[in-house]
């Protein structure tokens, strides 16, 4: 079993920057993908960005150019960078990792406020 613990969220004013870290543990091995999602008060989660075991990312359109994930395996951690941020950007933050099986896990989330 994976467990998935993110930390680094909090209240920024727009136009500044935050780090999301998402620790890992347990069966880490058999993890492929891992990616970050968000819930806005009043919508629904939402894909944010997403690594494969390739390195291949995907970022919603959102967000391009101003995020960036990133993964260490090594650290057993996925990062993502948070720049520019913008008062839409508000939400919990949610880590997300599926692995070959294609089960799923997620972190408890983490609170970014952007203020205006």
């Known amino acids: 079993q994976v467990q998935l613990v993110e930390s680094g969220g909090g209240l920024v004013q727009a136009g500044g920057s935050l780090r999301l870290s998402c620790a890992a543990s347990?069966?880490?091995?058999?993890?492929?993908?891992m990616g970050w999602y968000r819930q806005a008060p009043g919508k629904q989660r939402e894909l944010v960005a997403v690594t494969g075991s390739g390195g291949v990312t995907n970022y919603a359109d959102s967000v391009k150019g101003r995020f960036t994930i990133s993964r260490d395996n090594a650290k057993n951690t996925a990062y993502l960078q948070m720049n520019s941020l913008k008062p839409e950007d508000t939400g919990v933050y949610y880590c997300?990792?599926?692995?070959?099986?294609?089960?799923?896990?997620w972190g408890q989330g983490t609170q970014v406020t952007v203020s205006p």
């Open positions: 997300n990792a599926a692995n070959r099986y294609s089960v799923v896990y």
């Open positions: 347990g069966s880490i091995f058999s993890i492929n993908v």
